[in-house]
């Protein structure tokens, strides 16, 4: 198990960037698939059954993101810091939500489209980003 810590939500302009951060701890082993997910506005009382995946950054490093993002966004992880990364340009009101960092051990698909939401993965409280039209 992981603690994750996300920061560097806010408030933006459409076609402003920001960059969220997430910093992990504890058991850290190379296997683990982290990346980020988002809960569209309005839909907190749904749980995080409403949580999409955005990307996903495999234990090998290949990253992944769903259509919505390609070319805007950008996953990365300094291992030395055990920090991961998601650089959001180019924003888009429809890209506004709760943004939560996850992290699951061996997941059986490690990819932003079919990485699902589950109360197996470790998770983050959260950090909102709107986007202001």
């Known amino acids: 198990q992981v603690q994750l810590v996300e920061s560097g939500g806010g408030s933006v302009q459409a076609g402003e960037s920001l960059r969220l951060s997430c910093t992990v701890s504890?058991?850290?082993?190379?296997?683990?698939?982290m990346g980020w997910f988002r809960q569209p506005p309005g839909s907190e009382r749904e749980g995080l059954w409403e949580?999409?995946?955005?990307?996903?950054?495999?234990?090998?490093?290949?990253?992944s993101y769903v259509e919505s993002v390609k070319g805007r966004f950008n996953i990365s992880k300094d291992s030395a810091k055990n920090i991961l990364y998601l650089q959001m340009n180019s924003l888009k009101p429809d890209d506004a939500g709760t943004y939560y960092c996850a992290a699951e051990l061996e997941a059986r698909r490690c990819d932003a489209v079919h990485w699902m939401a589950s109360h197996l993965m470790d998770w983050g409280q959260g950090t909102q980003v709107s986007v202001s039209s």
């Open positions: 949580r999409e995946g955005v990307a996903a950054i495999d234990p090998d490093g290949s990253p």
């Open positions: 504890g058991n850290i082993y190379k296997g683990y698939c």
